[in-house]
């Protein structure tokens, strides 16, 4: 069996003196795609923000590509071939799509042209010229995602990419998850939408106050039903 590219034990961290992640672990496999699950406040948003280095004070082993990630600066973590999208998306308001699509460095190799990224995006090559206030919610997610794809990323850390949005683009934005997966690679997600989750990933995982407390293929999802509706709701 291959090592994971993503390996995550034993990780902490902390906001202040507040202690938010308490041993954290979770791996990825090249080419998977994992959602982490649970409830508001339970560190999921945490737990993406901690792994890409923007919450400093952490400790624990965060291995990427062979690589000990947990020194590392943020700007040599994206190097290293981790993106990462936050549920505010990030876009430049005052650019256009365009703009917005040359303005990351490619950090790695097999970033994406902008015409692959157009091929994949058919909304955000009708909307090129357009500046970033006047995209909607969806195209603004796409916007974000696209920009990541462009920088040669090979693991994407991609937080609440449905919330808000309309049902229609949920499910453009799922058959776009599937192509990324089909092309090999790696996704983490976090997620409230349960049902769309089950319809992208390979596994799942699920989280408690800042600690996972599951960890399941896809194919036991009917068997561990009654622990999500006691869980999450759903």
Not at 81 to 90: D, H, K, N, Q, Y
């Amino acid at each position: 069996m291959n090592a994971p590219l993503l390996n995550v034990s034993g990780l902490q961290a902390w906001y202040g003196e507040s202690h938010v992640l308490h041993g954290v672990d979770l791996h990825v496999s090249e080419g998977e795609m994992i959602c982490i699950l649970g409830r508001n406040g339970m560190g999921k948003t945490t737990t993406l923000r901690t792994i890409m280095g923007i919450l400093r004070k952490r400790s624990g082993r965060i291995n990427f590509a062979g690589q000990d990630m947990i020194s590392v600066p943020l700007h040599r973590t994206a190097r290293a071939g981790l993106g990462f999208i936050p549920e505010e998306r990030g876009i430049f308001a005052t650019l256009s799509v365009e703009e917005n699509l040359m303005l990351p460095p490619k950090v790695a190799e097999g970033g994406m042209s902008v015409e692959e990224i157009y091929d994949l995006f058919p909304n955000l090559k009708e909307r090129r010229t357009s500046p970033g206030t006047k995209l909607s919610g969806g195209e603004q997610q796409m916007l974000a995602l696209a920009r990541i794809l462009r920088t040669g990323a090979r693991c994407l850390l991609l937080d609440e990419p449905t919330e808000g949005l309309a049902p229609v683009i949920i499910q453009a934005i799922g058959e776009v998850l599937v192509k990324l997966k089909q092309r090999g690679m790696t996704v983490v997600l976090v997620e409230q939408n349960f049902r769309f989750a089950a319809k992208v990933a390979d596994r799942f995982y699920l989280m408690d106050h800042g600690r996972m407390i599951a960890d399941f293929p896809v194919a036991d999802l009917p068997q561990q039903m009654d622990m999500l509706h006691r869980e999450l709701g759903v």
